[in-house]
């Protein structure tokens, strides 16, 4: 223009730098674009042109955004389009969040597309709760909902284990006509995966076959991998038979991959491994698979325990047909060799993958984490922590928890490694992730899966905004409180430090720890643990140390008025309110003596500590024993215990049941024998853990045995045994839940002298309640408070009447007439 002696507008700046952006020329966009600056009055197109033509590098388009409002031009609708949708491509939801909101707040309306986009990217990054959330946006804003936006909402829904709620946003995309196809209707079926959902999934599978409409092979697939989650193998293989069948379309290597996934999942790895050869064959043909066709036979190979083949797949196979093995992949290789106990294999594996520039995450480590420690290797596992830091990772609790309880249950001690392990844990504290191992093959995946929209349920949480953050300060108190009366001699532990070599390293000599300092974190509501760390944080303010009776309340209070009254509308699984007086009314029939070991409670399911400290308060001087197997929350527990000034009595040990009960007994020299027993963690291992207690001596003749939450989640095959077994005299009790309008039932029983064994085997319909039990409970404590009040009240009845047809039923009846009458009002709206 220059040349021809024509001045440069802001208009022509603009047209010049966004045409050149079009031709994806972006650096000369951004010359262009500079040069402007110094010659024309820059306004927002010009700055919305230059974004739009560097819109795949988002961090240099918020930049100029910011350049933007630093010069005083307010960003419009455009602007914020652009810089949303280059942060969705770069997956930067919680930039993409942010500047929605900043939108919103100088009162520009986004678009449908920009929520339905931030909203799929959220999804993607697996930010169900959050992406839920965004969907009120459109009823607020009277947006029109696109396909997009519903298929993003059912794929959280189904994420969030929220199968109603997907279900009904499919019904709502058939009802505003937009064709749902084939990925809504599978995404809809895999939400519908558990036992008791499998009806729904064929229903819908059924319904979508019949239209023809949108049937696909990824709609098979979704339906096999339903199958597969409820264990019905043999509907799995009628399913890909019919879509070998189908003329109209064949079965891909995510059909392959979904059938395997199902037999393993059915515990059927034999006629995974037929899948595995039928993939094979129709590769040889001409199918095209990728890594997850492998991977799934990986898991296939897990399951079977058979870590050589693993391996084999992984190193050798995967290779031949150029296929490169991933994260995932690598993950069930280790996870095999950790079943096997081939702690060298795992780590070699892990090395492998370092080798192989394959990234690896927090399942990775715990895999090989949990190798060590299963061939007593616990050293090398806290070096694989340190390595993970050196790797940018935090260790899950799963990891942290074997660790500890590894140090824990040393007799030779351990208890600087300890300190260690606890203040790195207290440092992480809510950012510890709560849950380490995902299921590995989820089809359709999200690949297959577009995008799509419809009013979220109305018990997702509301808008979501940053939330100030509050300082916290966690003591991580150390089992040697827990070690009073237990010998053992300080050896040499561990410090996080530098990265260790991976294979036979020494253990690096330790700097003496200095006093254990409570180290600042922060608790961020919706990270994982804010609830348990809130609640002790208003312990501590609210109730004086050394007064366990004013802790109780204030949990009591947390629970109840903050939680369930408040905005939050959580439920804290403690075993407050009648099932206190219940608990401490039945232990204190067992032969417990203040100060004797011989004569201690047990405790498995510690949490926050709330029902040790009560029965510690009914009970004064008697010694409690209780088992964690979540770090955060032993030290949560830990912390109350502290505070109560009863660390004298109670023991918070942490670990799983199953490895602390064959343990317990040498770990206080053989001293110790229970006259009261309190179960409060998964109903589903009550039966398991009641027998090892048996088995290894652990209770006195006339020990009471108390376990909750009996009929919600439900522990149907320890009420039968118990009830039936008669070495118990065995008590039913209905009562009211704590802080929640529903019943539940706790089963007290009194060891018999001498009674003899004899069980019988539950019939086949209890172990699959058992199942349905752990489904329902996955769900309650899963994000997003998928169970509703009146589906507890059905599934708790449905419960009743399946234990009664074997002859349990409840006992006493401690229930107030009025909570039966609002059972029968749950029960007649659910229908
Ligand atoms: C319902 S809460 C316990 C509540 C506590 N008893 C109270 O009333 O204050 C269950 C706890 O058991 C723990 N847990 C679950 N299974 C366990 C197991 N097998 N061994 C030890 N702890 C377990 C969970 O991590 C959770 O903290």
Redesign the pocket.
């Known amino acids: 223009m220059k040349e021809v002696g024509l001045q440069p507008s802001v208009y022509s700046s603009s047209a010049l730098v966004q045409a050149l952006g079009r031709a994806r020329q972006w650096q000369r966009a951004l010359q262009i674009f500079e040069d402007s600056l110094e010659q024309v009055d820059a306004d927002c197109a010009l700055y919305s042109s230059a974004m739009k033509a560097c819109d795949m590098d988002y961090d240099r388009v918020l930049t100029l955004m910011d350049d933007m409002v630093a010069s005083g031009i307010k960003p419009d609708l455009q602007s914020y389009g652009i810089a949303i949708g280059s942060c969705c491509s770069s997956q930067q939801w919680q930039e993409a969040l942010d500047l929605l909101l900043r939108a919103e707040e100088e009162d520009l309306e986004p678009n449908a597309k920009t929520v339905s986009l931030v909203m799929k990217t959220m999804t993607g990054q697996e930010q169900w709760e959050r992406s839920l959330q965004l969907w009120h946006r459109f009823g607020e804003a009277e947006l029109k909902v696109d396909a997009m936006a519903f298929t993003t909402a059912i794929q959280a829904c189904a994420h969030a284990k929220l199968w109603r709620h997907a279900l009904g946003l499919l019904e709502d995309m058939h009802r505003e006509d937009l064709n749902p196809g084939a990925i809504p209707t599978s995404v809809a079926i895999s939400a519908c995966n558990g036992v008791s959902e499998w009806e729904v999934a064929v229903e819908l599978f059924r319904s979508a076959r019949e239209s023809r409409e949108a049937m696909d092979s990824i709609i098979y697939n979704a339906a096999m991998q339903s199958c597969g989650e409820g264990g019905l193998w043999k509907e799995a293989i009628r399913l890909f038979q019919h879509l070998e069948a189908d003329l109209t379309m064949a079965p891909t290597a995510q059909s392959y991959g979904a059938l395997m996934t199902a037999m393993h999942k059915s515990g059927k790895w034999q006629k995974g491994f037929v899948a595995f050869t039928a993939m094979k064959e129709a590769m040889a043909r001409s199918l095209k698979v990728d890594v997850l066709g492998f991977s799934a036979a990986v898991n296939v190979a897990e399951a079977a325990k058979k870590w050589p083949l693993a391996v084999h797949l992984l190193m050798q196979e995967m290779p031949e047909h150029k296929i490169a093995p991933d994260t995932l992949s690598f993950n069930s290789a280790i996870s095999a060799a950790e079943r096997s106990r081939k702690w060298r294999v795992a780590i070699a594996l892990l090395q492998e993958m370092k080798d192989l520039d394959v990234a690896r995450d927090v399942e990775s480590y715990a895999g090989a984490i949990l190798a060590c420690v299963a061939g007593k290797q616990w050293s090398r596992g806290l070096n694989l922590l340190d390595l993970m830091a050196s790797d940018d990772l935090g260790a899950d609790a799963q990891s942290y928890g074997v660790l500890l309880s590894e140090c824990e249950q040393r007799s030779t001690g351990s208890e600087l490694a300890e300190s260690a392990l606890l203040t790195a844990l207290a440092e992480r504290g809510a950012g510890v992730s709560s849950s380490s191992r995902q299921p590995r093959y989820a089809a359709p995946s999200s690949d297959e899966a577009a995008s799509g929209t419809k009013a979220p349920p109305s018990t997702a949480p509301t808008a979501p905004r940053r939330r100030e953050a509050e300082d916290f300060k966690p003591m991580p108190c150390t089992s040697a409180m827990n070690v009073r009366r237990v010998k053992g001699r300080a050896v040499p532990g561990h410090t996080p430090g530098r990265l260790a070599p991976l294979v036979d390293a020494p253990l690096p000599t330790m700097p003496a720890p200095g006093p254990l300092r409570a180290p600042k974190i922060f608790v961020r509501a919706g990270q994982p643990y804010a609830k348990e760390l809130r609640l002790l944080q208003h312990v501590m303010q609210k109730a004086p140390q050394g007064d366990p009776a004013a802790i109780c309340e204030a949990?009591e209070n947390f629970g109840d008025e903050i939680l369930v009254r408040g905005k939050a509308r959580l439920w804290?699984?403690?075993?407050?309110g009648i099932?206190?007086d219940v608990?401490t009314a039945a232990i204190k029939g067992g032969p417990l003596t203040s100060g004797d070991l011989q004569c201690s409670v047990l405790?498995?399911?510690?949490?926050?500590?709330?029902?040790?400290?009560?029965m510690a308060l009914a009970l004064p001087g008697v010694h409690i024993a209780?088992?964690?197997?979540?770090p955060v929350?032993?030290i949560i527990?830990r912390n109350v215990v502290l505070h109560g000034g009863l660390a004298g009595t109670i023991d918070v040990w942490t670990?799983?049941?199953?490895?602390?009960l064959p343990r317990i007994l040498k770990r206080y020299g053989g001293e110790l024998k229970f006259g009261a027993v309190?179960m409060?963690?998964?109903g589903s291992?009550y039966q398991e853990?009641m027998l090892k207690m048996e088995s290894e001596n652990l209770l006195h003749p006339g020990a009471v045995v108390v376990a909750?939450?009996v009929l919600k989640p439900g522990a149907p095959l320890f009420l039968y045994q118990i009830m039936n077994g008669g070495r118990y005299n065995a008590q039913i009790v209905s009562l009211d839940e704590?802080a929640m309008p529903s019943e539940d039932w706790m089963s007290i029983n009194v060891k018999k002298l001498n009674a003899p064994q004899n069980d019988t085997e539950p019939p086949e319909d209890l172990h699959q309640l058992s199942k349905e039990t752990d489904r329902m409970r996955e769900r309650a404590v899963g994000p997003g408070r998928s169970v509703t009040y009146e589906e507890w009240a059905e599934f708790a009845q449905d419960v009743k009447t399946r234990l009664a047809r074997t002859n349990v039923t409840l006992t006493v009846d401690l229930r107030p007439e009025s909570s039966r009458d609002r059972d029968d009002l749950f029960s007649a709206k659910s229908k």
Do not use: P
């Open positions: 949990i804290l699984k403690i075993a407050g099932k206190t608990l405790e498995i399911g510690a949490y926050c500590g709330y029902s040790s400290t009560r209780s088992m964690e197997v979540d929350h032993m527990a670990g799983h049941s199953k490895d602390l309190f409060d963690q998964k291992r853990d909750d939450n704590f």
